[in-house]
Structure formats: C-alpha cells, structure tokens
C-alpha cells in the first residue's frame, strides 16, 4: 500500500515572487522578516510551505491585501495567470480600491529628498540664468 500524495509546496518567498506580490525574492524575504507577511495569522518565515488553502495577509507599503492561496506554483507567469494563484477577500479588496481612489484625489505629493528629474534641473538652471 502506497502513502496518499501529499499537495504541492513551495516556500513562501517563492510563491509571494511568483504571485507577483513582489519584484524579486529578496524584496520578498526582507518584508516576510519585517512582518508584513502573515500566514493563517501568524508570522512566518521564507522557507515555510504554503499549500492550496492558506490564508495570508500582505502589507506593501500603505496598501493590504489579504488572500487565500488558490494554487502554487515554482515559475513567475504573466500577471494575469499570477492573479490565478489567488483569491482577495471582498473586504480587503474594497479597502484597498479605496485607498487608491483616495490617493488618486489628492494628487501627487511631493518626495522631499529625492533627486530633481532631468525636467526639474532644466526647469531650476532657466529659473536662476541672469
């Protein structure tokens, strides 16, 4: 008699990059050991293994996205075969759009400290020519 076959794993890292939550692996572990990642409500570490059915809920920057693992996969896809790898609470979804529509209205906010664009400089060196 052979052993049931056990669901497909992968590690959280893995599946978080591939879901296309983030751009590379790296960026992926260091929000999982930050906190922002949390699996059935738990923290978890990279290397746990998620399977069909987990719950976990992700916090990017001012936006959350809470989710229920549909399938797993080893490969990045294109995005719209990534968007099959889960499911958003309806809640978590309506608060995040909201969150959008909300920074959409404000309008672009100014970054302190970042470096002028070429625009910029152009603009500043016209602005100070005698």
Do not use: C, N
């Amino acid at each position: 008699m052979t052993a049931p076959a056990a669901a497909p794993e992968v590690r959280l890292d893995k599946w978080l990059w591939a879901a296309r939550f983030f751009k590379t692996r790296h960026l992926a572990v260091e929000a999982i050991a930050g906190g922002k990642v949390q699996v059935d409500g738990h923290r978890a570490k990279p290397g746990r293994g998620i399977r069909p059915g987990a719950r976990i809920s992700i916090h990017k920057e001012s936006l959350a996205w809470e989710v229920e693992v549909l399938a797993v996969t080893l490969q990045r896809r294109p995005a719209a075969e990534a968007a099959l790898l889960y499911t958003e609470d309806e809640a978590s979804l309506a608060r995040r759009l909201e969150q959008l529509r909300q920074r959409r209205e404000a309008g672009p906010q100014d970054q302190v400290g970042e470096r002028p664009t070429k625009r910029d400089r152009r603009q500043l060196e016209r602005f100070k020519a005698p």
